[in-house]
């Protein structure tokens, strides 16, 4: 009878280099997906209320303005998109409000109410009222007139009373274009009020 010996486990190769590899490709994969595509968010404070509450969770999506980067256009997100940009005034800080004017409209708010007038609306519209975008906002606060420059966009908090929105309707002024990061897709959390926008 032939002598049985029980074979030994074939020695990985490069076990160690290859954990290590993975970890760089997936740091690697998950530092494009940051940059070009997703990202996420946290919401810091009451600007956007009724819309978004401190503390909730979002996903902003970049995918418009890599294409637009990838066609050579100018990207230029649609009115009422709710938008992550630089402040204009501190880079190290970044902000969410929803787009009201677009570049060369004249934004007016007036008697608790923004009024956006352009080539195809000259008498002006109410873009709340408008059903472009579905939110219950409050009474808009203040007075300003502004024909909004150049790729440059007029943004504003939903949370619109007093003071509690820094925006274009006071000292922000107009945001430029090229300081969008991306537009909100999704709220992850808190869970019961998860949705798409």
Request: aromatic content about 8%; hydrophobic content about 40%.
């Amino acid at each position: 009878v032939a002598p049985v010996q029980p074979e030994k486990p074939a020695k990985k190769e490069g076990g160690i280099f290859s954990f290590i590899a993975t970890l760089v490709i997936a740091f690697v994969l998950v530092q494009i997906i940051n940059i070009f595509f997703f990202q996420s968010y946290k919401v810091f404070g009451s600007s956007m209320v009724p819309t978004l509450h401190d503390g909730d969770r979002l996903i902003i999506s970049k995918i418009g303005k890599t294409t637009a980067r990838l066609r050579g256009q100018d990207y230029v997100p649609k009115r009422g998109d709710v938008v992550v940009f630089v402040d204009p005034q501190r880079s190290d800080l970044q902000l969410i409000k929803r787009v009201i004017g677009l570049p060369g409209e004249r934004v007016v708010v007036r008697d608790g109410k923004i009024t956006v007038y352009n080539s195809e609306h000259p008498n002006g519209f109410d873009p709340d009222s408008s059903g472009i975008y579905q939110a219950d906002l409050p009474p808009t606060s203040g007075e300003s007139d502004i024909t909004v420059p150049e790729k440059h966009l007029f943004v504003s908090g939903d949370n619109r009373e007093g003071s509690n929105s820094l925006d274009s309707r006071n000292e922000l002024g107009t945001v430029p274009e090229e300081l969008v990061v991306g537009t909100l897709q999704v709220r992850l959390w808190p869970l019961g009020d998860a949705k798409f926008f």
